[in-house]
């Protein structure tokens, strides 16, 4: 019975140790944008939070960070229609 409950713990704290945090870096920084260009803040749907903002570079778009009640996860930002909010393209 003791092997197992020390088996049981070892397996605990080696499997914590693998978790990542999900905070920002440590020098601070969220590597949110501090300030939307007011064209993305005045067609964003009012539902998202502006203030979790950044460029994906995969894709040019603008993603914000959605809170839920289980996880954490990036979403598209999105006009009040439903369509994404990228960036200009460079390539022409």
Not at 18 to 39: H, M, R, W, Y
Not at 80 to 88: F, K, L, M, S, V
């Amino acid at each position: 019975m003791r092997t197992r409950l020390f088996g049981f713990a070892s397996a605990i704290l080696l499997f914590a140790g693998c978790a990542v945090p999900t905070t920002s870096n440590n020098k601070g920084e969220t590597g949110f944008i501090q300030k939307l260009p007011d064209g993305v803040v005045a067609i964003a749907a009012p539902y998202q939070n502006l203030s979790t903002v950044r460029v994906l570079p995969e894709d040019g778009c603008y993603w914000y960070l959605h809170v839920g009640p289980v996880e954490n996860t990036l979403l598209p930002l999105r006009t009040t229609d439903g369509r994404p909010i990228c960036t200009a393209s460079s390539s022409g």
